[in-house]
């Protein structure tokens, strides 16, 4: 009779602990899956700044590589699209700015890429903006025993 008695209280207290498992994988997963999604929407966050960080780097470079302010800022917005478009940003159109007041050997040029970076497949769960802006410069200096034109390309 004991034994029944010590039976059955012991099923009563297991019985209190049964679909607590079930509540907290519930309640954990949800917080588990926002985290991944934060942490890989910051990862392609990063990866799209440095992407256009070296966007700008080669704009720059392709802008000093130029005879003259005017050829230097399309050599630099054809670099920064190619650049960007071969790292596979997704950035239709892209604000290069070109500093060329010091263009003259010896001088630098100064590229200024704006990008609008797109997470849409992320945005998608509503939790995260669909679009953001990323703003990099780079310098470039202009090789001083080069022949610089004022105006040409």
């Given at each position: 009779m004991?034994?029944?008695?010590a039976?059955?209280?012991y099923?009563?207290?297991?019985e209190?602990?049964s679909?607590f ?5 519930v ?7 926002l ?7 910051a ?15 080669a704009?720059?470079r ?6 003259g ?12 699209a ?10 239709p159109q ?6 060329t ?13 704006t990008?609008?970076?797109d997470?849409g497949?992320l945005?998608?769960?509503g939790?995260?903006?669909l679009r ?12 001083q ?9």
């Open positions: 004991a034994d029944a008695a039976s059955r209280r099923r009563r207290c297991g209190a602990d679909g498992a079930t509540l907290e994988t309640i954990v997963t949800p917080i588990l899956v985290v991944l999604l934060v942490a890989v929407a990862g392609r966050l990063e990866s799209a700044r440095l992407d256009v960080d070296t966007a700008a780097g704009a720059a392709a802008a000093s590589l130029t005879r302010p005017a050829g230097a800022a399309a050599a630099a917005k054809a670099e920064a190619r650049s960007l478009a071969s790292a596979g940003v997704s950035c892209p604000k290069v700015v070109v500093d007041a010091v263009f003259r050997p010896g001088g630098v040029v100064k590229v200024t890429v990008c609008r970076a997470l497949d945005a998608s769960v939790l995260l903006p953001t802006s990323i703003t990099k410069s780079s310098t470039s200096p202009i090789d025993y080069r022949q610089a034109t004022a105006g040409g390309s």
